[in-house]
């Protein structure tokens, strides 16, 4: 791909963070208990290993491109700088996030102001909700790459590094002096067992620790068992081109995990586990003849899910559960298409926890129609769950959703968020409104005397008691933290 003794250079980049917009609970200052529990002096808590990137990354490797990764949540824009003077990469793929869409494009013109020649494209589940407009808002990037880029990125790649346009390449959305060139959309990768594992060069896995409720032990790292989605929930941007990967490709990037990292806990990243059931029974079989020794965790669905399938994913080393479980009312239910019941979710969640797992609800508020009421109904359906947690999230209007897309009128956006002045015309609870029933909700779910005892009892290990102690020093700062942020 490149001339003799001039190799071909691809910086992966997620961009600086704007804290300030970030979730209270997704940063923790650790007291002198939590810091001797923890061992930790102030880790950061929420963050995943760029998958993504290091799939890319591994496609352009076996075609001889060099690559390197900055974290935009430990490096600052100046570190961007630094590195790309002594490194001189022919690209900056960023992978974009909806959230932190405003300072991305700031550091974006700040890096294209300093480094006129580079090429810098754009990825992301913002990139595909978005497409061409992401050009105009941001006129300083070269391109967006609004699907899969294992398809296209070796092309990109050597169209950047050759100086060859990019306008009219399949799979991308150019830059051009005449306005942005959509190249559409290329089919996702078919069989996904073709695709090389993530490329873990890229990054020091013991930097990435999610929250409390998403891992047990360490080292933790996550593995894509599926791509796309097989549901059509109104709120939800996944991509509906359902596939997955076979049991035995997954078995041997575990025990890949295991023996090179020595990982020895893994979440699942799909949306739904247990689809199609067959093959997640396979999976589990296969995990148990190995003898992995790993504990995971996975998303569920409560239709989706049985005592029998619960019990094997248990024997298998599965260690908690999530339900997508949305809202207390079934009039909400049934409006954002979830597609369950709530008898659903009393039977599917009583079978989880009868089978050993943790069990973990995740509850949506805000949805357009509802009311204080439907979010304290939510909240009694949620206390008389057997839940050891619960999380309850205002509703993001995410562009390319049926939620977004069905707002009156068509949606008033500044900068892809939808602005309290529209919410309130729309007849939706504002931010500074949800973000109040948020805390509500948090503290009258996680304060009850019969929730404390109930963690208490399901203390197995010093694992366990680390991770209360830590997840309590959490709750307590999302309360006593000022200034949350706006919920759009």
């Known amino acids: 791909m490149s001339q003799k003794n001039a190799p071909v250079r691809v910086l992966f980049a997620s961009l600086p963070w704007d804290y300030d917009g970030m979730r209270p609970a997704f940063q923790y200052t650790p007291n002198s208990l939590v810091q001797?529990?923890?061992?930790?002096?102030?880790?950061?808590?929420?963050?995943?290993?760029?998958?993504?990137?290091?799939?890319?990354?591994?496609?352009?490797?076996?075609?001889?491109?060099?690559?390197?990764?900055?974290?935009?949540?430990?490096?600052?824009?100046?570190?961007?700088?630094?590195?790309?003077?002594?490194?001189?990469?022919?690209?900056?793929?960023?992978?974009?996030?909806?959230?932190?869409?405003?300072?991305?494009?700031?550091?974006?013109?700040?890096?294209?102001?300093?480094?006129?020649?580079?090429?810098?494209?754009?990825?992301?589940?913002?990139?595909?909700?978005?497409?061409?407009?992401?050009?105009?808002?941001?006129?300083?990037?070269?391109?967006?790459?609004?699907?899969?880029?294992?398809?296209?990125?070796t092309e990109l790649v050597r169209r950047?590094?050759?100086?060859?346009?990019?306008?009219?390449?399949?799979?991308?959305?150019?830059?051009?002096?005449?306005?942005?060139?959509?190249?559409?959309?290329?089919?996702?990768?078919?069989?996904?067992?073709?695709?090389?594992?993530?490329?873990?060069?890229?990054?020091?896995?013991?930097?990435?620790?999610p929250t409390q409720n998403r891992f047990h032990l360490l080292p933790c790292s996550s593995v894509i068992d599926s791509?796309?989605?097989?549901?059509?929930?109104?709120?939800?941007?996944?991509?509906?081109?359902?596939?997955?990967?076979?049991?035995?490709?997954?078995?041997e990037e575990l025990h890949w995990l295991r023996e090179q990292y020595s990982v020895r806990d893994i979440m699942f990243f799909s949306n739904v586990f247990t689809v199609p059931r067959n093959n997640a029974q396979a999976i589990c079989e296969a995990m148990i003849d190995a003898k992995l020794n790993i504990v995971w965790h996975a998303n569920v669905r409560a239709n989706a899910v049985d005592r029998d399938i619960l019990r094997l994913m248990r024997e298998a080393g599965c260690r908690t559960v999530y339900f997508g479980i949305e809202s207390g009312s079934q009039r909400v239910l049934d409006e954002i298409g979830k597609g369950i019941t709530l008898d659903q979710v009393r039977e599917a969640v009583g079978h989880a926890s009868e089978a050993?797992?943790?069990?973990?609800?995740?509850?949506?508020?805000?949805?357009?129609?509802?009311?204080?009421?439907?979010?304290?109904?939510?909240?009694?359906?949620?206390?008389?769950?057997?839940?050891?947690?619960?999380?309850?999230?205002?509703?993001?209007?995410?562009?390319?959703?049926?939620?977004?897309?069905?707002?009156?009128?068509?949606?008033?956006?500044?900068?892809?968020?939808?602005?309290?002045?529209?919410?309130?015309e729309l007849g939706i609870m504002t931010g500074e409104e949800l973000n109040r029933l948020e805390r509500r909700s948090l503290r009258s779910f996680f304060m009850r005397p019969e929730y404390v005892l109930h963690r208490i009892t399901r203390i197995r290990d010093l694992c366990d008691v680390k991770k209360n102690v830590t997840g309590l020093s959490c709750l307590i700062n999302s309360f006593l933290m000022k200034g949350e942020r706006d919920i759009t």
């Not at 796309?228 to 078995?251: L, Q, Y």
């Not at 359906?381 to 009128?409: C, I, M, R, W």
């Open 227 to 251: 791509r796309g989605c097989a549901f059509n929930c109104t709120f939800c941007d996944s991509a509906k081109d359902f596939r997955w990967r076979s049991p035995e490709n997954i078995v």
């Open 36 to 153: 001797w529990l923890t061992g930790d002096s102030g880790t950061w808590v929420g963050t995943s290993p760029p998958l993504g990137l290091m799939y890319l990354s591994s496609v352009l490797r076996l075609d001889g491109v060099e690559t390197r990764f900055l974290d935009g949540f430990t490096y600052s824009l100046d570190d961007f700088v630094r590195v790309i003077e002594q490194w001189r990469p022919d690209v900056l793929a960023v992978q974009l996030h909806a959230k932190n869409w405003p300072r991305d494009r700031t550091s974006i013109t700040r890096l294209r102001e300093r480094f006129p020649r580079l090429t810098i494209v754009a990825g992301g589940a913002h990139a595909r909700r978005m497409g061409a407009r992401l050009l105009v808002e941001c006129p300083t990037l070269d391109a967006i790459i609004p699907g899969e880029g294992e398809p296209l990125i």
């Open 356 to 424: 050993g797992l943790e069990v973990l609800g995740f509850f949506m508020i805000g949805f357009p129609g509802e009311t204080e009421e439907d979010v304290a109904e939510t909240v009694r359906f949620a206390k008389t769950l057997d839940l050891d947690y619960a999380n309850f999230t205002p509703l993001s209007f995410y562009h390319a959703t049926d939620e977004f897309e069905g707002l009156e009128g068509g949606p008033s956006l500044v900068l892809g968020e939808l602005t309290d002045v529209r919410r309130d």
């Open 160 to 209: 950047a590094s050759t100086r060859e346009p990019l306008a009219g390449m399949r799979g991308i959305i150019a830059r051009t002096a005449d306005g942005p060139v959509d190249g559409g959309i290329l089919p996702g990768v078919r069989d996904l067992d073709t695709l090389p594992f993530p490329d873990y060069s890229l990054i020091d896995l013991a930097d990435y620790i």
